[in-house]
Every structure is written in C-alpha cells, then in structure tokens.
C-alpha cells in the first residue's frame, strides 16, 4: 500500500510497530504534493523541509519512547491558522507577507501531540466563500470529476477548500479547518471525506484570523469519522487565551465511533425538504434514516420552524462581525500597504483596504458596517440576535424529543467554477443546511454516504446536542459503516496523472 | 429599505474602503439584492425575545473572570517585524498633526 493510502488510525499503527517511519510517511506526502499540488493548488505556503525536519524529530522522540498521540502524522493546516514564523496569508492580498510571531492554540496542541505540518492550505479570502474563489491566491480545483463531462473544473467548496481537497487528493493524511457557516462541511461533501464543526468553544480560536467570531470554530477534515475523532481530540481543550473556550474536559471522542446507535432517537426536521432539492439528495437522506433504523436507531419527524431565516440572520451577524474584526487591517501594522505620494492616514487606510480586499470580502464589510450604523442596528442586527435565539430555541426543543438530526450536507455536489458566480446569494445557498448549527453553536458533521449520478460525492450530516460530539461521531460511523464509501477521486496520490 | 448612492459613498467612507465612482452603481446594486433578501426577517415575531449576542449554546456557563494581570509584554521587536513602516520603535505612518 502507498503511504499516502493509510488512514490516520492505520498510519499511527504502522508507525508504532515501526513498518514506517515518521520520515517515510512525510517524504511520500511531500512528494504527492510536488506531482499533484500544481494542479489543485490546494497550498498556499508549502513547508516540505519543515516538514521533513519535525518528522526526523518525530522519529527521534518515538525512538526515546515519548511519543505523542498524533505522532508523525503529516497534516495540511488552514491558512486561517496563524503559525509562528511562516507566512500565514487568509488567502488575502493584504495579509500578503504577514509572518505571524505567535503560534495558534489549535496548531500548538497539534504540535504538542507529534504532527507535522506539510504546509498552510487555501481558502476563501477570509473564509468568505464557499468555493474558494474567493481566494487571493487562486481557485483550488476539485480531486472528482463528473462522469459525463470530465474536463469541467469542479470547485473543491469553501472555505476551507484547500483543506479539503488535500485530504481528498490523498496530499495530507488529516487538515485543519474552520467553519462558521458551513465552511468545514460543505467542503467535505464536495470532496468526498469527513469533517466536524465542533460545538461552539470546544477548541480555542486563539490565532485563528477572525471572521465572525460567535460563529468560528476550528475542526479537523480527515478520509473517515474515527479519524476526524483522533485529530479533534487533539485540537479541542480549554485555553485561558480564549474567553469562549470552554472549561470542560475532552472525551476520548474516537472511542464513541464505535458504540451502538441502538436506541438513539434520530430527529428528521421537516423545514430541511426544500423545493428544488435534487432527487439524488432526498434518495441519500432517505437512506442515511433506513440504515440508521436498521441498526436500531428510532427515526422521529421534528420541526425546527424559524430554519428558513437562518440563512439571512447569518448574512446579518456574520458580516457585522467582520466589519469590526476586519477593522485591524490597516495598512500600518502588518501586511499591505498602499499610499500615494501625499496621502493623508485615512487615505492610506482607504487605498490599502480597497486594493488589499477582494469584492466579497468588501461587500461584507459594507453589508455589516450598513447594519451597524446608527439608525440600522436594531432593525438589522438586534432582530438577527433575536431570531437566531428563535433559532437556537428550535433546536433546544428538538433535544427532548431526539438525541441527534440527520439533514444532507449540502443542497447540491460539487459545482463546477463559473456556476452560481452571477448572483451572491444563490453562493450564500449552499450553506442552507449547515448555517443553523453556527448560529446555535452545535456540533455538525459531513459524512460521505454516496455518489450522485454524475460520480460526484454526497454527504449527510449528522447535529448534535452541545458538547455531545460523542453521539455525533457515533451516528456518522454507523452511517459510514452503513455507506461503505469506497469511491476515489479521479485525481490522486499514486494515480498517473 | 433600499440604499441610495449617497449612503452606499456614506457606508464606504465608514469601512474606510474608498469606492471609485464608477464603481458606485454596482455597489448599490449589490448591497440592494443582499438587503432585499434579508428583509424578510421583519416578518418574524420576535416580541420578548432576548437577543443571542454570543456563540455559545445556551445553558452552557457564561465567560469567565480571569485574574487581572499582565500576561504579555516586552515584545516589540516581534510586534513591529511585519510592520510595512517602522521608525525606531514605533510604527510608521503618514504625517497627521501640522
């Protein structure tokens, strides 16, 4: 088997009975991302003699018995994660240069458990997209391909697409990522692999370039559901660097893959059947219920009925919090900085923004700046904190009556570059089903479960109850073990290309 | 609610993104869709509704107190090695008092 092959539960197994070694591991990834990565473009910053160094040492501490959890396991981080010393870039021209000083709480606790780092992955600029065309540093393309139109460029999704693609194209064992809409599971689907956004505060956002900070969490991406559970329990924790964190301890989360569904009650909340859903979707979900009855669990129709506004109260929230997290991007401190001969502060600060963004993330910064004015804030950003606790109260009603929701992941496969540009919203859509779980703050897994006729994958995702990752995981291993996902994308470690 | 061309100059000038005039009218017409869409949360009935102003789920314990001390410092030679503009400790900028 190719290295690039294994999973992150089969990859620690082999290297702790020593059939491989941290170093080999590492060179086999490096080496995938050379042949394939000019292509995919899933790295912005690639750091293979880094990478190969921290696997040398990784090796050194096995042999001196003090291996950690993820010991030797090279992984691909979002370029959201700010890691010290090498450039970290928010797929942003006006982050371009920015060398942060200090290292994220996620990356930190990765480190501290043996991982190796093989570069910093793209993304939508900002994590504002869900394509990654947004990205600053180019679109990154999507390892699948549809059967009847190969030669079309399929968007991996967004935001964090590098990620995503990376795993998929077999360039990374594991990835970080973040989510504050969907950016961690739409990816996945579209991509054909797992990914969990944890319950809000379950993993420190410390270092991570804010977006909408009550919607951010940090989340692993990996090729299965327990390995999403090894890398997240790595990743989670509390850290006294971030107010929100949460003060509570970390479950052995891969341990709950394999308990029983049996007896779990399993919510099917009416409001997630849209029209123009396409059929191959409600024939996935329909059989992600079936195999859940079938290995015990009880199906219970519920209804979450303010789901329709969740997609405008984020388009609210989400952009007035980036109006003032965005704020700091000055042209003074860090990163760019654009001035004319003569120009005044706020001429300095204007021309830096305006050439240092992208149009999306300017359009966002100005729906939030308009929503925050005086004379709009309660209209606008009052009622979004409102019906988003209407949200969260759906949700909390919900949990008497289940214990986990199963919805599709995404309301379509992966679409090709140039599909649903000409309107914004019809790109904010994408996030219909995954929106809800940032506003609540829940815990969301992606789990593949089939292919679309067209080859394309598919993905279910599974919600849970505050810090009840546990139940999350253990439905999305049942519906994996259920689904038997073996497809593979067309483009590939190990594949001639 | 729909934003004429002075508000949309007015909100740019506010998100300190300067906005060529050409650029003015397809601006408006963006930010226009996108409030036209989110107009429809005033159909929903939120009378005694406590706003959510954070992420956290409900019933989960509020932000903590930390101790009020001095956790950082003495680093400015880290803080000012990305700056595009330094003059001896200090970060750069255009000249703002006459």
């Known amino acids: 088997m190719h290295p690039t092959e294994f999973t992150i539960a089969g990859a620690a197994a082999a290297l702790a009975e020593g059939a491989i070694s941290a170093e080999e591991l590492t060179r086999a990834h490096v080496e995938a991302i050379e042949a394939l990565d000019g292509r995919i473009n899933a790295f912005i910053t690639r750091t293979p003699e880094q990478a190969l160094e921290a696997a040398r040492a990784s090796d050194a501490r096995r042999r001196r018995g003090e291996a950690g959890p993820l010991e030797g396991i090279p992984l691909a981080i979002k370029d959201l994660f700010c890691t010290e010393g090498v450039q970290t870039t928010a797929g942003s021209r006006i982050l371009g240069g920015f060398i942060p000083p200090y290292e994220s709480t996620v990356t930190a606790n990765l480190r501290r458990d043996g991982a190796v780092f093989l570069g910093k992955a793209n993304l939508d600029e900002f994590a504002m997209g869900s394509s990654n065309l947004t990205s600053a540093y180019g679109g990154v393309l999507n390892p699948w391909s549809r059967r009847n139109d190969p030669e079309a460029r399929l968007v991996p999704g967004g935001s964090s697409g590098g990620s995503a693609a990376a795993v998929a194209a077999r360039m990374a064992l594991g990835a970080t990522g973040t989510d504050t809409g969907g950016s961690i599971r739409q990816p996945a689907a579209f991509c054909g692999i797992a990914g969990i956004k944890p319950t809000y505060g379950r993993c420190s956002r410390y270092g991570i370039v804010a977006f909408a900070s009550s919607l951010d969490q940090a989340g692993p991406f990996a090729r299965t559901v327990e390995d999403c559970a090894i890398l997240l329990r790595s990743m989670a924790g509390h850290d006294p660097k971030d107010s929100t964190s949460a003060d509570r301890p970390v479950p052995d989360f891969a341990a709950a893959c394999g308990r029983s569904v049996k007896g779990l009650r399993i919510g099917v909340p009416k409001e997630y059947r849209l029209d123009g859903t396409p059929p191959e979707i409600e024939r996935l979900w329909r059989q992600g219920l079936e195999w859940l009855r079938e290995a015990g669990a009880e199906i219970v129709d519920i209804s979450l009925p303010h789901t329709k506004y969740a997609l405008p109260t984020y388009y609210i929230v989400a952009p007035a919090e980036a109006s003032s997290n965005l704020a700091r991007y000055d042209g003074v401190r860090f990163g760019l900085r654009v001035a004319e001969k003569g120009s005044d502060l706020r001429d300095l600060y204007e021309r830096t923004r305006a050439a240092g963004f992208g149009a999306e993330v300017r359009r966002r910064i100005m729906i939030g700046t308009y929503v925050l004015s005086a004379g709009y804030y309660d209209a606008y950003y009052l009622k979004a904190q409102k019906v988003r606790a209407l949200i969260a109260r759906d949700f909390r009603e919900a949990w008497a009556k289940v214990d986990a929701i199963l919805t599709p992941a995404t309301p379509s496969a992966a679409f090709a570059e140039g599909e649903n540009t000409d309107d914004p919203i019809k790109m904010y859509l994408n996030d219909v089903f995954t929106v809800t779980a940032n506003l609540a703050g829940l815990p969301g897994l992606a789990v593949p479960a089939g292919l679309d006729p067209q080859g394309l994958p598919l993905g279910l995702q599974v919600i849970g109850r505050p810090f009840d990752e546990e139940t999350v995981f253990a439905v999305g291993a049942a519906i994996e073990r259920a689904a038997g996902f073996k497809a593979l994308p067309a483009i590939r470690a190990g594949v001639p290309g | ?98």
């Open chain 2, 1 to 98: 609610m729909s934003l004429d061309t002075a508000t949309v100059r007015r909100v740019a000038a506010l998100a300190r993104i300067r906005l060529p005039e050409e650029e003015v009218a397809r601006v408006q017409a963006e930010l226009n869709g996108i409030l036209g869409w989110i107009e429809q949360l005033q159909a929903v009935d939120t009378e005694g509704v406590e706003p959510m102003a954070g992420g956290t789920p409900e019933g989960i314990a509020a932000m903590p107190m930390r101790e009020d001390l001095v956790t950082d410092g003495g680093i400015a030679e880290k803080i000012l090695a990305n700056a595009p503009d330094r003059e001896g400790a200090y970060f750069g900028v255009p000249k703002v008092v006459e």
